[in-house]
């Protein structure tokens, strides 16, 4: 099955267009209440950040880690999507728009992703430059998910690292250390993901996720996605579907069905118990969580013990 990211459907630019008239009316709540963005700086401080650092501002938790791992002391990066939160369907407030206006910088993975962070810079007046990483090192036709290969995590920081150097070219020998640094690190995690994986027999190789995330960590850790339970977040399978794709699983032989942490667990948990397969409702994929996953490395290493625990089972 080779699905890409559902783009063009009725509904998918339904939400797009709600999307934008919710940014254009938090945008008028905003002013009407007086609230200058400049004035109302909410950006918080990194637990390393300081007085004379940057402000950037990422749509999500898994790019704003990078670029804290990058950026280290200079930047103060805050992510616009809350742990936990949904990408997807995100929908920002006021409170986002003071955020983008007031950044030197602004940091989304685009390809279908994120779109709301650039039609929020837009409303906000911004002119800070904003970097669409997916699309920095993809094609306009990959799946948004390319972080869910640390070998493109890697390129997203070296990419950052070059950016950071840009906007603030004071500390550009600093980010230049710090994304080599990060980057052996992220080589290192990516050999150990490759060595743990390994051990799965082909035959058990074959998952079910919720929403399409995986592609690019099943391209790289040797996995074989045969089904997602929903084309897009917020799009809810009917009943009729649900009962095609519980057959299409007991056909496949999948072993295992990857829901994810920000989304409820409960349709997961029921069609892996109808098809009787093993049934994980925790990946991190769009979102970092709590403690060990609340680094982009912690994540990885969270899911690819939950997935071969799962697969061996
Ligand atoms: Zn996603």
């Known amino acids: 099955m080779n699905r890409s990211p559902v783009l063009a459907t009725p509904a998918r630019w339904l939400r797009l267009d709600i999307s934008r008239a919710m940014i254009a009316a938090v945008l008028g709540a905003a002013l009407l209440a007086g609230c200058s963005a400049a004035g109302n700086s909410s950006t918080p401080s990194g637990p390393h950040g300081d007085a004379d650092a940057i402000d950037v501002v990422a749509s999500t938790t898994v790019l704003a880690d990078l670029v804290r791992q990058v950026g280290g002391s200079h930047v103060n990066v805050a992510s616009l999507v809350p742990p936990g939160g949904e990408v997807h369907t995100f929908d920002p407030t006021p409170a986002d728009i003071a955020r983008v206006a007031d950044a030197d910088l602004v940091v989304m993975?685009?390809?279908g992703l994120d779109e709301w962070v650039a039609d929020l810079a837009t409303a906000s007046g911004s002119e800070a430059p904003v970097l669409r990483l997916g699309e920095e090192i993809g094609n306009a036709t990959d799946n948004p998910h390319l972080w869910m290969d640390v070998r493109n995590a890697t390129r997203y920081a070296i990419r950052l690292g070059d950016e950071l150097?840009?906007?603030?070219?004071a500390n550009a020998a600093?980010?230049?250390?710090q994304a080599g640094a990060y980057t052996e690190r992220l080589t290192e995690l990516d050999t150990w993901a490759r060595e743990q994986l390994?051990?799965?027999p082909a035959e058990r190789r074959k998952v079910v996720s919720f929403h399409d995330a995986l592609p690019s960590f099943a391209e790289a850790y040797g996995l074989d996605i045969v089904g997602t339970i929903v084309d897009a977040p917020g799009q809810d399978p009917s009943a009729g579907e649900i009962a095609g794709l519980i057959d299409a699983i007991r056909a496949s032989g999948a072993t295992a069905l990857f829901?994810?942490?920000q989304f409820n667990p409960?349709?997961?948990q029921t069609i892996a118990e109808e098809a009787g397969i093993t049934v994980v409702t925790d990946l991190y994929t769009d979102s970092l969580g709590d403690a060990p996953a609340d680094t982009y490395e912690g994540m990885i290493r969270s899911d690819v013990e939950k997935v071969v625990e799962?697969?061996?089972?």
């Open 109 to 111: 993975n685009g390809l």
């Open 165 to 169: 150097s840009r906007v603030d070219a």
């Open 174 to 177: 600093s980010y230049d250390d």
């Open 198 to 200: 390994a051990a799965i």
């Open 259 to 261: 829901g994810e942490a």
């Open 266 to 268: 409960e349709l997961a």
């Open 310 to 313: 799962a697969l061996r089972a």
